[in-house]
Nanobody, 123 residues
């Protein structure tokens, strides 16, 4: 069992930057693949980025490539999502997720979820 808590969301103007953090606690002696998803009101929860269990392999959805960077510090049980050149369509609640087995793009591949942190990007 692992608990995830996101932070770092807020209101930012288009073109600005934010860094989201995900802190893991619980059975953090295990290693996890981690991912970020986002969900706008009335929309599906969509994959954003993932990082492998060893922290070396990353994957991004096309709409954020070149703008977002996922990274992690395994020793500190932290995962980050650095977001740059934000656009209004990036506005959503961002959630981090963890899996012992997967580094996929489907939300049902992840067993543990945080509560989410809200990102609002204004024009």
């Amino acid at each position: 069992q692992v608990q995830l808590v996101e932070s770092g969301g807020g209101l930012v103007q288009a073109g600005g930057s934010l860094r989201l953090s995900c802190a893991a606690s619980g059975r953090t002696d295990s290693t996890y693949a981690m991912a970020w998803f986002r969900q706008a009101p009335g929309k599906e929860r969509d994959f954003v980025a993932a990082i492998g269990k060893r922290g070396g392999r990353t994957y991004y959805t096309n709409s954020v490539k070149g703008r977002f960077t996922i990274s992690g510090d395994n020793a500190k049980n932290l995962v980050y999502l650095q977001m740059s050149n934000l656009k209004p369509e990036d506005s959503a609640v961002y959630s981090c997720a963890a899996s012992l087995y997967s580094m996929g793009t489907s939300r049902n591949e992840y067993s543990y979820w945080g509560q989410g942190t809200q990102v609002a990007v204004s024009s």
